[in-house]
């Protein structure tokens, strides 16, 4: 490449680069030698550069023999086009003009490169390590754990702003080609301008199809991932999130947690009857209180039904209206655990529920029964492992319990089985909401 043409291009990424207090530009020459650099020094480590390029630079004389020194280095890759070389400055990498050749010096520093601690699906038992910010650890956590020579690595840039890195993983002997296919297309199809974690994705499958239920599973621990692709799931990698998104993802995905294999046989399989014993508790449980004490009370024992009266005796409005009156407020403190500052979390929230729920009581608002059953739907709702699924189990249980202040007892049940039928129509890149078994891995 003639000089003029290095001098041209120089002068056009100079033009491109904006103007900041944390970009270099520098010149270093000697008698015999002159290279120019660009880089922005928050983002690339000036440690490496001045050990891999500036001392070797003044070190050795001749200009060939640098120039050969260049070429050998890993990190070293050719100048390719003019958008790529900006976009790669902007992700850490310094520029070099050396001669008659235009030149890219991978110097990227990784901040978040530390290993983290599982803070959201955390077990008792088994491996406490989780994914971090950085792709590259992340990417060796996973290869650490699922040391297969069949693991597929391929990359993608999302986000037409952040050009967020995204790696797709698959083992080749087990992922569906015809999934993976619609994964890629899918990703390809994204239209978003910032993309800053795998959540987003959630989001972008949830307005295309409308589905109240999340299609993809995202998980922070090494282990979670290494065991679906055992199974033939793709998991994709961004940079910058301590997630990992596991696709397909059907029902049994979210209500399985990392513990089960963890614990003997019959302990695992309790632990997952347990979880759909609280999925249905928390669904159905408001609708049946509603449905048995407005138009069914003879279902109860003549003691029991004389127990909710009695303690309902005082409530002035029906029934519906004081599930409804717990349930806000259940739904209220539960988002103020979730937001409230971890030191003061639990014990707000806690002694809120007491004190709310003993003054209603002595108040008349709510009956005695009301308080044990909004305690029984909230313990419910969290034994669900996933917390995107849980929130979503949260909302269908208003639907059965309106079913169920119209049409009563037939209601609930009509409510479930819509419930059942529009979890039966979902479909996560072509693999049915509803699979019990995972579909034959695919052979080369």
């Known amino acids: 490449m003639p000089t003029i043409e290095v001098e041209q291009i120089k002068e056009k990424l100079k033009s491109k680069i904006p103007k900041a207090v944390d970009v ?49 280095i890993p990190q070293i890759k050719s100048y390719e086009t003019e958008e790529k070389a900006i976009n790669d400055f902007l992700n850490g990498v310094a520029i070099l003009f050396y001669q008659d050749s235009v030149l890219l010096f991978d110097s990227k520093v990784d901040r978040n490169n530390s290993v983290l601690d599982t803070t959201v699906e955390t077990t008792i038992q088994g491996p406490q390590s989780g994914l971090s910010e950085s792709l590259p650890t992340n990417l060796g956590l996973i290869r650490k754990r699922y040391p297969e020579p069949y693991l597929n690595v391929e990359g993608m840039t999302v986000g037409k702003i952040s050009k967020t890195e995204v790696i797709i993983l698959h083992d080749t002997r087990y992922a569906d080609p015809d999934t993976l296919k619609r994964i890629k297309a899918f990703l390809s199809s994204l239209d978003i301008q910032m993309f800053q974690s795998g959540e987003q994705l959630l989001d972008s499958i949830k307005k295309s199809n409308r589905a109240l239920f999340p299609l993809m599973l995202v998980t922070e621990r090494p282990d979670r991932v290494a065991v679906n ?22 029902m049994k995905d979210f209500m399985a947690s990392m ?7 019959w302990v695992g399989r309790f632990l997952q009857l347990l979880r759909y014993i609280g999925f249905i508790i928390s669904v159905c449980l408001p609708g049946l209180y509603v449905a048995t004490t407005s138009y069914n009370p003879e279902i109860y024992r003549v003691q029991l039904a004389l127990s909710i009266a009695g303690s309902r005796n005082a409530v002035p409005y029906p029934s519906f209206i004081e599930v409804l009156l717990m349930l806000f407020m259940m739904e209220m403190l539960t988002e ?11 014990t707000a929230t806690t002694v809120g529920g007491l004190i709310l729920g003993q003054a209603a009581t002595e108040a008349g608002l709510v009956s005695n029964i009301m ?50 039928a529009y979890l039966v129509k979902l479909d996560s890149f ?14 080369e």
């Open 336 to 346: 103020a655990s979730i937001r409230l500052p971890k030191a003061i979390g639990p």
């Open 24 to 72: 270099v530009f520098k010149e270093l020459h000697t008698k015999e030698k002159y290279m120019e650099s660009f880089y922005i020094k928050t983002i690339s480590d000036e440690a490496v550069l001045h050990d891999k390029l500036f001392k070797p630079f003044f070190e050795q004389q001749h200009p060939d023999e640098f120039k050969n020194y260049l070429e050998s």
């Open 430 to 443: 072509g693999e049915p909401f509803l699979t019990l078994v995972q579909s034959k891995p695919h052979k």
């Open 259 to 265: 513990a089960d294999i963890y614990q003997t046989y």
């Open 229 to 250: 692709l055992a199974t033939g799931k793709v998991i994709l990698l961004v940079a910058g999130s301590p997630f990992a998104v596991v696709l397909p993802t059907v």
């Open 371 to 420: 308080i044990i059953i909004v305690s029984a739907v909230a313990i419910s709702n969290f034994v669900v492992p996933i917390n995107a699924f849980s929130f979503s189990v949260r909302v269908v249980k208003y639907f059965i319990l309106a079913s169920a202040t119209f049409f009563g007892l037939v209601g609930v049940v009509l409510g479930f089985l819509i419930f059942i």
